[in-house]
């Protein structure tokens, strides 16, 4: 279904998938299920794994997902970006805060100024 939503917005956008980059806010089954669903196409389009897996970024309760998370599912590691490429999102604690409050709330007040989305051309 998320899948045929995304090709239809291509086809409205005349735009090509794999020169989309996907923000997937939320990496607990259902949106890990759909990125690599969405992955999957991205290669089967064209691009390699590792191309597909650069252009996704993954939030969850902790925030944005780095590989040296501990707490990580075995279908959040792929999505999970490379630590040392993102200083600046890293707090003092290592952590990089979404703006949610930790229990999946995610309503208003998640990207906003001083949180790890900032004004960067990823």
Known sequence: MTLGGVFAAMAISGQKLTDQVYLCFG????????????????????????????????????????DDMED??????????????????RQVDGSCRSGTDGEGDYSGGNFHKGRCFHKKKW
């Open 27 to 66: 990496g607990g089954t259902a949106g890990a299920g759909i990125a690599s669903r969405v992955h999957r196409e991205m290669v089967r389009e064209g691009l390699s794994e590792e191309e597909a897996y650069k252009r996704f970024f993954m939030v969850d309760k902790q925030g944005l997902l780095f």
């Open 72 to 89: 990580l599912t075995p279908e959040q590691k792929p999505f999970a970006k490379k630590a040392f490429r993102f200083p600046e999102c």
